[in-house]
Each structure stands twice: as structure tokens, then as C-alpha cells.
């Protein structure tokens, strides 16, 4: 992270000049060095959202690969044990990408 003064404003240098360094500005910088990782942000989108299908192949997936105690897990578990839920109690970007069909609300999920 970038060190800022006791105003609580960044800068940056640029040749021999100071310029401000505003936060999306460092952000950019962030991702650019890794040091952000965009799929663990919060998504728009809520559990309810995501496909029941995909849900399913999840499952069928975890199976495949011998865990099947998180393949009998309800929805919000399934994604709490694989870290798919942001703070704000949306689902992540990561989330959004492994059911990429959102928008079909219920079609049988486990809730």
C-alpha cells in the first residue's frame, strides 16, 4: 500500500515531481503487482441467483474428486466452505464464474 501524510493523501513519484495518488489510481497499481485479487471481491449478485444446474455440477465435480462431504452440504454452505461468499454476504466474483448461469432462482437448489 502506498504511504500517505497526515492529511490522509497519497502521492506518487514521477521523475523528480510528487503528483497525487488517488485511491484508483492505487488500485490499479495493485492489480497490475498482483497484489489484488479481483475473484474474491463481491459480486452483485446473492446465492438465490446463481444456477441450481451449475450448483449440481459442482457437486458432481466434488464427487469426482472425492469430496463428497462438501457435495452433501446445503447452497450457502457449499459456497462458505469453499470461500465463495464476500463479506457483504454476496456471492464472489469466483462464484459468479463457476455458475455461470445467474439469474435462475430456485430451480430446485438446496437452500
Same mark, same amino acid.
Given at each position: ?12 513519484r514521477l521523475g523528480k515531481q510528487c503528483l ?12 497490475? !503487482? ?5 475473484? @474474491? =471481491?463481491?459480486?452483485? +449478485?446473492?446465492?438465490?441467483? &446463481?444456477? /441450481? ?13 472425492? !469430496? ?5 452440504? @446445503? =447452497?450457502?454452505?457449499? +459456497?462458505?466452505?469453499?470461500? &465463495?461468499? /464476500? ?25
Open positions: 500500500m502506498p504511504h500517505s501524510d497526515a492529511a490522509g493523501l497519497a502521492t506518487r497525487p495518488f488517488p485511491p484508483h489510481q492505487q488500485r490499479e497499481v495493485m492489480i497490475a !503487482r498482483g497484489q489484488v485479487d479481483w475473484s @474474491a =471481491d463481491a459480486s452483485s +449478485l446473492s446465492i438465490g441467483q &446463481l444456477s /441450481a444446474v451449475e450448483f449440481e455440477r459442482l457437486r458432481r465435480l466434488l464427487i469426482a474428486g472425492g !469430496r463428497d462431504h462438501l457435495a452433501e452440504l @446445503a =447452497d450457502k454452505a457449499l +459456497l462458505e466452505s469453499l470461500r &465463495l461468499i /464476500a463479506p457483504n454476504g454476496s456471492v464472489t466474483n469466483a462464484a459468479v464464474l463457476s455458475s455461470p448461469s445467474p439469474g435462475r432462482v430456485g430451480n430446485g437448489s438446496r437452500q
